[in-house]
């Protein structure tokens, strides 16, 4: 059974970090390309950033240049460093294979940018 649990959300003020985790279990995680997605309320779910297996990245332009995707593939973990952090970046953040596997889906983690 493939799993994903997100960590690592909270409240950060404007212009602050975070850094996002979220362990991957049930499949051969080397080789799948993973994304970080994010809802925030009213909108729907929206690629954030991608990694492949050789480790390519791609970003949402509205995070290029703040976020950073990466991955552990002996740990089974992929990360996403969130910095100089915006109050549009408030949003339940998910991984999940890239393309997202609907059954997939994990509970997320909240990040909340507010002053």
């Known amino acids: 059974q493939v799993q994903f649990v997100e960590s690592g959300g909270g409240l950060v003020q404007p212009g602050g970090s975070l850094r996002l985790s979220c362990a991957a279990s049930?499949?051969?995680?080397?080789?799948?390309?993973m994304g970080w997605y994010r809802q925030a309320p009213g909108k729907q779910r929206e690629v954030v950033a991608s990694?492949?297996?050789?480790?390519?990245?791609n970003y949402a332009d509205s995070v290029k240049g703040r976020f950073t995707i990466s991955r552990d593939n002996a740990k089974k973990t992929v990360y996403l460093q969130m910095n100089s952090l915006k109050p549009d970046d408030t949003a339940v953040y998910y991984c999940?294979?890239?393309?997202?596997?609907?059954?997939?889906w994990g509970h997320g983690t909240q990040v909340t940018v507010s002053s």
């Open positions: 990694i492949t297996s050789g480790g390519t990245t």
């Open positions: 049930g499949l051969v995680f080397s080789i799948y390309a």
């Open positions: 999940n294979t890239f393309p997202g596997v609907g059954a997939y």
